[in-house]
């Protein structure tokens, strides 16, 4: 039996009851009546615009009366006369009010509205903005589903010591709320999402209390230790009028570091001073060039070899103390270990065996330890970021940047003719072995010179040829290790650290934040991009081409996430299993994501991927020429894993 076959005028119609001729024509009458309505705002924007405002109180054409000072106006003021240059955003309701009052009562200008496709990257831009310029930017989030998407990037801030503004809208009374979704995305206590991981947080009454509780949240994250503070906007405090209420902003004036105490300093010169073999660990310690140079003079007075860890540009690559690259010799062998501001103190002195977690000690039994930290005095319960406990001989609560200087002065008054000059005669022996670790790095970078896909030494190398003319940042330098082993860096602005939780997704948007402060400041800024990094908020890239961001994006695209492929494989020697299937669920090929066309549909100009290594230095120097003209460039390497 055949079924009897339908011309299109004879189609059925589906379950809807609508057939595909009238589906296109109601189509058709939907993008005539969008294109309408459309034309119509037009028509009323100009109209507005024509027309002076009317003043409040007079009826609208819906017949509600008009807002002409509306309390979010106050809020832009208040923001203003805390010198806050830039707002980021993913637009949204709850902050509605106060989002159009920056645009245009603020006229767009510090603070300007940066777009932004997700509150994650809000936060991060601003977490790697603050690091760069030094001060913070702020951060508008939605209620309570704003800060869920947003709480990964405020926990890397909050663990990297980057202070960020973040305001987030709310409904308190529930009288007001609009039905629906307005009451789904209100909360009781919007903040408790995030106050383990913030340094403060208020939720304001009235405007006034807004003033006051801004400038407390800005003068309090700018007190180190510097971390995210976060103020909730009341919906209706934002909308309605502001009734004649004698408003005022506070002055804001910002608090002294916190130096360490002189007798302190003065029993650490001591011990330092008489040490054979001192060391410095720096780790989240300097915030300025300041900080670098102070440390450089401590070290010098002492000749002590420094490790820098890398969450901060602590001390110049090129300086022959800098013996980071020798570490695991330098701390074995150490007699007194200054540390400024260490994370983890216990995994200085301790390695752990892994999957086994035996631990073992790294550094003699009884070395003298110095620590210099705020640690103590900015510990919450709940996350464990502050590591293992481990005891020292001598903690010090200061600001370690602040106390630097003081410490080298209590050092070179306990320095005696005799003992400043046979620390002199060190220098020699310490020059020598900085050479031979340069040598040995240099070595290790040439292996894999040609490989294809490209060795991560000579990604590396091939960008410092590019750059090395240049006043530049490299804005995340924590996820390739070759940049620190191989630039010579002299200025904090040079490296400006990693994530500091490891949270996936910060790099991007972080290095769209510094490459923002750069722009003001002239600095041309680069990062090697991971791929499954990328992967998580693609859209930052819409937000550096719009805001014309100039930023060198060099993808370290190895097409996985190669730290847990090798998780899988240490699993899988442990119970005896197929090592080779730890790409299932780590890989990301099968299809393989094109970064230049997804540059460029984002609007940045892309270019490969390439794997032929004697390519990449031609591209990179075209991708340089888009950025050196103000806008982003992105260049797609495909790596080795490693």
């Not at 987030?168 to 009781?188: F, I, Y």
């Not at 400043?420 to 020059?431: N, P, Q, R, S, V």
């Not at 991560?456 to 804005?475: D, G, M």
Request: hydrophobic share 40%; charged share 20%.
């Amino acid at each position: 039996m055949t079924k009897a076959r339908t011309t299109p005028s004879q189609a059925p119609e589906d379950e809807s009851g609508l057939d595909r001729r009238g589906f296109l024509k109601g189509a058709a009458a939907a993008g005539a009546a969008t294109a309408a309505a459309m034309t119509a705002a037009t028509q009323i924007a100009q109209a507005a615009e024509a027309k002076p405002a009317q003043p409040e109180g007079e009826a609208n054409m819906r017949g509600n009366a008009f807002v002409s000072r509306p309390g979010s106006d106050f809020m832009v003021d208040v923001i203003k006369s805390i010198g806050i240059d830039y707002i980021s955003a993913n637009p949204a309701s709850s902050f509605r009010s106060l989002h159009e009052s920056i645009v245009n009562y603020g006229g767009n200008k510090k603070p300007e509205f940066l777009t932004c496709m997700h509150e994650e990257s809000s936060v991060a831009m601003a977490h790697g903005y603050a690091k760069a310029a030094g001060k913070p930017m702020a951060v508008l989030c939605h209620s309570s589903v704003g800060l869920q998407h947003a709480s990964m990037a405020v926990y890397n801030a909050w663990v990297d010591r980057a202070p960020i503004l973040m305001f987030a809208g709310n409904g308190v009374d529930a009288a007001k709320r609009r039905p629906g979704v307005e009451w789904t995305l209100c909360v009781q206590d919007p903040a408790a999402l995030v106050r383990d991981f913030v340094k403060w947080d208020d939720q304001p009454g009235s405007l006034q209390h807004f003033a006051e509780s801004t400038v407390r949240a800005y003068k309090m994250m700018m007190s180190p230790p510097q971390d995210p503070v976060l103020i909730t906007l009341d919906i209706d405090l934002q909308e309605e009028p502001i009734h004649g209420e004698k408003l005022s902003i506070p002055k804001l004036s910002l608090s002294a570091p916190p130096q360490a105490d002189a007798r302190a300093l003065r029993e650490a010169a001591k011990m330092l001073v008489a040490a054979q073999n001192p060391v410095i660990v720096a780790d989240r310690c300097v915030r300025s060039q300041e900080g670098v140079d102070a440390l450089v003079k401590l070290a010098e007075t002492l000749q002590c070899p420094v490790i820098c860890n890398g969450s901060r540009m602590n001390f110049p690559s090129t300086h022959y103390l800098n013996l980071s690259e020798s570490r695991p010799g330098l701390i074995r062998n150490a007699d007194v270990i200054l540390m400024l501001e260490v994370q983890d103190p216990f995994g200085t002195l301790h390695s752990m065996g892994d999957p086994w977690k035996d631990v073992r000690r790294a550094a003699k039994p009884d070395v003298k330890v110095i620590h210099i930290t705020l640690a103590d005095f900015l510990m919450k319960s709940n996350y464990q970021d502050f590591q293992r406990f481990q005891p020292v001989d001598l903690p010090i609560s200061g600001d370690a940047q602040t106390s630097i200087a003081p410490l080298t002065e209590e050092v070179k008054r306990g320095l005696s003719s005799a003992r400043a000059a046979e620390l002199a005669g060190k220098a020699d022996a310490t020059k020598k072995r900085y050479r031979d670790m340069q040598e040995r790095t240099k070595t290790a970078a040439a292996l894999g010179w040609d490989a294809s896909p490209v060795s991560t030494a000579r990604l590396s190398a091939e960008l410092w040829n590019a750059i090395r003319n240049e006043n530049y940042c490299l804005a995340v330098s924590d996820r390739v290790a070759w940049p620190k082993r191989l630039w010579p860096t002299t200025k904090y602005h040079n490296m400006m650290g990693g994530s500091g939780a490891a949270g996936v997704g910060y790099s991007a948007p972080g290095a769209v934040g510094v490459a923002l402060a750069n722009r003001d400041k002239g600095i041309l800024t680069v990062t090697l991009q991971p791929d499954g990094d990328m992967c998580y908020a693609p859209g930052v890239l819409w937000t550096a081409a719009h805001h014309k961001i100039p930023l060198l994006i060099v993808m370290f695209n190895n097409r996985g996430y190669v730290q847990e492929v090798m998780h899988l494989q240490r699993m899988a020697g442990l119970h005896r299993r197929d090592p080779k299937t730890a790409k299932v669920g780590t890989m990301i090929y099968d299809p393989e994501v094109d970064f230049a066309k997804l540059a460029q549909s984002f609007g940045v100009w892309g270019e490969g991927p390439i794997s032929d290594p004697d390519k990449v230095g031609p591209a990179l120097e075209r991708g340089l020429k888009i950025v050196k003209g103000g806008a982003p460039a992105l260049v797609d390497v495909v790596c080795q894993l490693r």
